[in-house]
Nanobody, 126 residues
Framework: QLHLVESGGGLVQPGGSLRLSCAVS????????TGWFRQAPGKEREGFAA????????YYIDSVKGRFTISRDSAENTVYLQMDNLKPEDTSVYYC???????????????????WGQGTQVTVSS
């Protein structure tokens, strides 16, 4: 089993930056994929970035590519999300999620993840 805790959310002006952290504890020797999702009020949860536990390969959706960077510190069992050039439409609750086995769905499908953090609010506003 895994336990995930996000941190680093807050209020930032458009064009600004934030770095979110996802601390992973438990059986961290077996993490297949860790992903970042977000959910705005009235909208579906959206997966937008992920990193492979095996080789560190990263995945992004087009709307965040070039602005967001997912990375990991294996020694600290922490996955980071660096968010630059933030836009008001990035305002959401951000969640990290992880799975220890492949689920046969796309990396950005919530169905592919078994463990979730509690979420952290990111608000982009002037």
């Amino acid at each position: 089993q895994l336990h995930l805790v996000e941190s680093g959310g807050g209020l930032v002006q458009p064009g600004g930056s934030l770095r979110l952290s996802c601390a992973v504890s438990g059986d961290t020797s077996r993490v297949y994929t860790t992903g970042w999702f977000r959910q705005a009020p009235g909208k579906e949860r959206e997966g937008f970035a992920a990193i492979s536990g095996a080789n560190g390969k990263t995945y992004y959706i087009d709307s965040v590519k070039g602005r967001f960077t997912i990375s990991r510190d294996s020694a600290e069992n922490t996955v980071y999300l660096q968010m630059d050039n933030l836009k008001p439409e990035d305002t959401s609750v951000y969640y990290c999620a992880a799975t220890q086995i492949p689920r046969g769905v796309g990396w950005n499908s919530a169905l592919g993840y078994d463990y979730w953090g509690q979420g952290t609010q990111v608000t982009v506003s002037s």
